[in-house]
Nanobody, 121 residues
Framework: QVQLVESGGALVQPGGSLRLSCAASGISTSIFRIYAVGWYRQTPGKQRELVARITSGITSGGSTNYPDSVKGRFTISRDNAKRTVYLQMNSLKPEDTAVYYC????????WGQGTQVTVSS
């Protein structure tokens, strides 16, 4: 069973930056590298929102996609050898406050506990 562990969340001031990490286990590197991975966020009473997505193939790298709400501020990347996905968040706004999760778009199972990001003065 694949396990996903998110980390890196913190309390930051508006305009600040954070880098979140998503570590996958229970899956081989050869399999992990072929799946797209996404970062999601959720606040109470709201649907989970996909805020970043990265594709990959048999080699490192991949194409990325972002919604307008975070475009230009968030950057997703991955290290297939480490089975880890990152989310670099810059110019953070209070509206970015949420619990952030990672998962595989279109599969979306085995959710981790997420990591709390709070943007406040």
């Amino acid at each position: 069973q694949v396990q996903l562990v998110e980390s890196g969340g913190a309390l930051v001031q508006p305009g600040g930056s954070l880098r979140l990490s998503c570590a996958a286990s229970g899956i081989s590197t050869s399999i992990f590298r072929i799946y797209a991975v996404g970062w999601y966020r959720q606040t109470p009473g709201k649907q989970r929102e996909l805020v970043a997505r990265i594709t990959s193939g048999i080699t490192s790298g991949g194409s990325t996609n972002y919604p307008d709400s975070v475009k230009g501020r968030f950057t997703i990347s991955r290290d297939n050898a480490k089975r880890t996905v990152y989310l670099q968040m810059n110019s953070l706004k209070p509206e970015d406050t949420a619990v952030y999760y990672c998962n595989f778009p279109g599969i979306e199972t085995n959710w981790g506990q997420g990591t709390q990001v709070t943007v406040s003065s």
